[in-house]
């Protein structure tokens, strides 16, 4: 099957091609950065505007890329939620049309299932059953993952997801928008021991996340002290290191309840160096494995939502003629045919 996805969620536009048979990965991404950097973070309306524009030009470099015709697609994908509604609704909207227009089946995928299976185009996947710690902008998760289709969200963010803190908290450093990578690489040549901040809610039972209190504590913290480039570079190293032991010890709770020793990390901070070195120490001391996607596929891209549909068209799921977007969906209700 040759599946088209495709990812408008927030600001980046996402146009790709799986094709099961060779598992062959075609796709191409825009982003939106330089266009949101100069207010400081995303505008909604700006952001669905420009998806308009750049997603019929990406799906014309795509095709071309795997060498198909538009008819020779098998099937349509698109992120139905969550993000922002303007965005999605511009995806939506493109692909079931698309769809219809194709007589070809379509199917709605959840942003954040797409983040958790990209690790399996990998050419060492995971097998199932394993862990999943989700880490993007707007969520931090650790889910079970008994197979495609079959999950139990174990933790979930309270308030602030992790992606969230780091780029709130790089904005305070004046590192811009987005700021997480920005402040890991400050962090470099920071002293984490200098401040010390928080492990939220790692005293407490359970395994859901909170980054809003260690966001104002790093700023209470940045006000009191002198304003000069060394300090600033100790709280991003100082506060990097909170986030990465929060996450690695809500993560060793949570392989210990379930007795699992595979760990799939996805969302646009699995990027981060520290946390994936951390990670994969842990998961060598229960004698298991840490599963990352490539970097290409860590952030938003519709690779990721072409290979989720794939597996839901393939299981004889496809949706009605209806175009579905919301801006909040909740993973577990979600199921496989």
Known sequence: MKILGIETSC??????VYDSECHEIYHEVYSQTAMHN???????????RDHIQRIIPLLKSVLEKAKLKI?????VAYTAGPGLIGALLVGASFARSLAWSLNKPAVSIHHMEGHMLAPLLEASPPSFPFLALLVSGGHTQLVYVKNIGKYKILGDTLDDAVGEAFDKTAKLLGLGYPGGAALSRLAETGNAKKFKFTRPMINRPGLDFSFSGLKT??????KKSSLDEQIKADVAASFQEAIIDTLVIKSRRALEETHLNQLVVAGGVSANRLLK?????????????????????STDNGAMIAFAGYHRLNAGQHDDLKIKATARWGMESLSLL
Not at 38 to 48: D, I, R
Not at 71 to 75: C, E, L, P, T, V
Not at 217 to 222: D, E, F, G, K, P
């Open 277 to 297: 070195n951390r990670l994969e120490v842990l998961l060598e001391k229960y004698q298991g494995k840490t599963y990352f996607p490539r970097l290409e596929f």
């Open 11 to 16: 600001d980046d536009t996402g146009v790709a």
């Open 71 to 75: 008819n020779q697609i098998d099937g």
């Open 38 to 48: 100069q207010y400081g973070g995303v505008v909604p309306e700006l952001a669905s």
């Open 217 to 222: 504590q790093v700023l209470t913290t940045y």
